[in-house]
């Protein structure tokens, strides 16, 4: 919540996710020829954004941005049985975890001296594991066989901060929220994996760190001879 004259207050964490196990001894068919964007399995966990800072009072920092949630180990997939897929943009296994973003952080406007609040750290993805001992096959253009994502929540902005003062004047912008990293992507496979049409991968692994929060401006505006002090980090 925003403050009244002290700091505002600080932004809640990100809800952590569950985790998602997944086998198939069986046989999963999508599509057909002529579709678009059948899919055999998708599996997804992503962690919650960290909360906004809160707006500071007239003397006070502004509040800092929570922190994204860690999305742990994540993803759990087992197939020892057959999936395929008919059509274009069909890929037959896509599963992705992302770590939330870093909260934002609240800017300051106040008397005297003042911060901005800093952006909240971004959650690292989580884990994602699959083991493949039966068959994976596509047909279509775009179709990936296997795609596995883990990505790094983006670290939050760093708030702004403004000054006012008679004689001294000092604002201190906040640091941007550190990003979080990408998680350690795993597959294994003693069976088959086919693709038939153009652009089609056959298994694709990313683990992907998030991007760094920008840090805030910095104005301090002193009415008369004195120090005004602007730092901007």
């Known amino acids: 919540g925003n403050g009244s004259w002290a700091g505002g207050h600080n932004g809640g964490a990100g809800g952590t996710p569950g985790a998602i196990a997944i086998t198939n001894t069986g046989t999963i068919t999508t599509g057909a020829n002529g579709t678009v964007g059948a899919k055999g399995i998708m599996a997804s966990v992503l962690g919650g954004e960290g909360g906004r800072g809160g707006d500071s009072g ?122 979080g990293n990408g998680g350690l992507v795993q597959f294994s496979s003693q069976g088959s994996i086919l693709t038939r049409a153009g652009n089609a991968s056959g298994v694709v692994l990313q683990s992907i760190g998030g991007g760094g929060g920008s840090g805030g401006s910095a104005s301090a505006v002193g009415v008369g001879v004195g120090l005004n002090v602007t730092v901007a980090t």
């Open 58 to 179: 007239a003397f006070g920092p502004g509040g800092n941005g929570g922190a994204g949630a860690v999305a742990g180990q994540a993803i759990t997939i087992t197939n020892a049985g057959r999936i395929s897929t008919y059509g274009n943009d069909a890929a037959a296994v896509i599963a992705n975890s992302a770590g939330g973003g870093g909260g934002l952080a609240a800017s300051s406007n106040g008397i005297i001296s003042v911060g901005g609040g800093h952006g909240g750290a971004g959650g690292s993805g989580g884990g994602i594991a699959m083991a493949n001992s039966g068959g994976i096959d596509t047909s279509g253009d775009n179709s990936a066989a296997v795609v596995l994502q883990s990505i790094g929540g983006g670290g939050g902005v760093g708030g702004d901060a403004n000054s006012t003062g008679v004689i001294t004047s000092i604002a201190i912008g906040g640091a941007g929220g550190a990003a």
